[in-house]
């Protein structure tokens, strides 16, 4: 069955960064894009930016441009959030999940990893 | 960035209900939208996409409607399983921007 494992909870410091791993089981890594999603505490859905496993091509809402990345390793089918400069505004439950087709219809997910930024 | 609003925030109903949620986009999104359901401590869950394609495994007492720029799911008659938020989703064009949610509770 498709399965999307990912890391367990950080802790940070604001300032500090974390990488969040999401690893794929279940199907070809390389066949369906990985999307990743967050929720502060509380708070609704926010979608952060997609990557093609592929050919490690990723796009990101302009608000994550140039602090967060994206990044994979198709040997052990793991896809990475890369979160830098953390804030206590980035406090959050991460989710990876499976992009069906090339329009992120999100149909398997992980877990969730809770990154806590905090002094 | 499209905005996508949901209404109501909270709605209050009991097992047997019929219930109606609405999702407005800021633009045209022709049929591109999604729905999730999700609950306490879980991650979301696909339940519709393409505004009225329900996934396999989703109960038919689910349905979606709309284009352009209004939406709506339903769910026919509610059961306790189905207490729970959902979120519609436009994927339309970057960024793939959610509503804010609508927590069904019971009455």
């Known amino acids: 069955q498709i399965q999307l494992v990912q890391s367990g909870a950080e802790v940070k410091r604001p300032g500090a960064s974390v990488k969040v791993s999401c690893k794929a089981s279940g199907y070809t890594f390389t066949s369906y894009d990985i999307d990743w999603v967050r929720q502060a505490p509380g708070q609704g859905l926010e979608w952060l930016g997609w990557m093609d496993p592929k050919s490690g091509n990723t796009g990101f809402a302009q608000a994550f441009q140039g602090r967060f990345t994206m990044t994979r390793d198709t040997s052990t089918s793991t896809a990475y959030l890369d979160l830098n400069s953390l804030t206590s505004g980035d406090t959050a439950v991460y989710f990876c999940a499976r992009g069906r087709g090339s329009s992120a219809v999100l149909d398997s997910w992980g877990q969730g990893t809770l990154v806590t930024v905090s002094s | 960035d499209i905005q996508m609003t949901q209404s109501p925030s909270t709605l209050s109903a009991s097992v047997g209900d019929r219930v109606t949620i609405t999702c407005r986009a800021s633009q045209n999104i022709n049929y591109w939208l999604v729905w999730y359901q999700q609950k306490p401590g879980q991650a979301p869950n696909l339940l519709i996409s393409k505004a009225s394609i329900l996934e396999d495994g989703v109960p038919s007492r689910f349905s979606g409607s709309g284009s352009g720029t209004e939406f709506t799911l339903t769910i026919s008659s509610l059961q306790s399983d189905d207490f729970a938020t959902y979120y519609c989703?436009?994927?339309?064009?970057?960024?793939?921007?959610f509503g804010q949610g609508t927590q069904l509770e019971i009455k």
């Open positions: 989703q436009q994927n339309y064009g970057y960024p793939y921007t």
